[in-house]
């Protein structure tokens, strides 16, 4: 029995409002300076409400998402064949903190981004998004161990790029 449109609108939003906040963080970590995090957190949700009738395990609907946005951004990184310039809004991310703040979360976005994709995803779900190990290699279809190595390597590769870009910086200042 087909479900009415306030039926179906009613049993997604009651399933994705638990798991929004997480959602809304993962979109503006993996879509910083490629596309906006609002459109793609809308694309997303669209796709995922017309797939709704499909979608079996409707308990799973977040990993539905994350798929459908981490598909979105490689699509959107393949049309342009470069990364876009445009930042995610930085009053959509920090309205209320400093500007030494944004800076400095400007700076680990710019980092990050040099992270291979399942390195970076892996760690966007894990340390931003809040998701368990288990969670982690559920989404990015993989065992537990090699989310476990991947979020590792992620973290070294992330603190070398950030110590070697301060370097950098604290050099050209001093001259």
């Known amino acids: ?8 609108q009613d049993a997604f939003m009651a399933v994705y409002e638990p798991v929004h ?17 609002e459109d ?5 949700l669209l796709r995922a ?8 395990k409707k308990d799973a609907l977040i990993y539905f998402l994350f798929g459908t ?29 400093s500007a030494e703040i944004k800076l400095e979360v400007e700076f680990l976005y710019m980092q990050l981004n040099k992270l291979d994709d399942l390195k970076k995803e892996a760690l966007i779900l894990f340390e931003i998004s809040g998701f368990s190990i288990k ?5 990015q279809n993989s065992k537990e161990g090699a989310v476990k190595v991947r979020i590792s ?22 001259l």
């Not at 969670?135 to 989404?139: C, D, L, W």
């Open 69 to 97: 946005a981490r598909n979105i951004v490689l699509n959107t990184i393949r049309k342009k064949r470069e990364v876009a310039l445009d930042a995610v809004s930085e009053n959509a991310l920090y309205t209320r903190n």
């Open 153 to 174: 390597r992620a973290r070294k590769e992330l603190k070398a790029l950030m110590k070697d870009e301060h370097s950098i910086t604290s050099k050209q200042n001093s």
């Open 21 to 37: 906040e997480n959602f809304v963080r993962f979109c503006q970590a993996r879509a910083y300076r490629i596309m906006s995090a």
């Open 1 to 8: 029995m087909k479900q009415s449109t306030k039926q179906k």
């Open 135 to 139: 969670e982690v290699a559920k989404i």
């Open 49 to 56: 409400y017309q797939q709704w009738d499909k979608i079996k």
């Open 40 to 44: 793609l957190v809308n694309e997303s």
